[in-house]
């Protein structure tokens, strides 16, 4: 079976956002309990990967 890339809704981007705010960057497993639990293929490695992806470093400086 072939994996098919699914693009993120604007609630998850925000979700993730805010899941950083409260918890910080790496608290990934917590972001995704807290603010993704519906989201089966989250996991710490997509929930990073696609915030380091779509961020520019200035950007994750506001997070820590």
């Known amino acids: 079976s072939t994996?098919?890339?699914?693009k993120?809704?604007?609630?998850?981007k925000e979700?993730?956002?805010e899941g950083i705010k409260k918890h910080g960057i790496g608290?990934?497993?917590?972001i995704q309990r807290d603010f993704l639990p519906d989201w089966v293929r989250a996991t710490s490695f997509s929930?990073?990967?696609h915030y380091i992806s779509n961020s520019s470093p200035?950007?994750?400086l506001r997070y820590e």
Do not use: H, S, Y
């Open 3 to 6: 994996f098919k890339i699914r």
């Open 15 to 17: 979700a993730l956002i």
């Open 27 to 30: 608290k990934w497993d917590l």
């Open 8 to 12: 993120w809704t604007e609630a998850e």
């Open 58 to 60: 200035r950007n994750l």
């Open 47 to 49: 929930l990073k990967d």
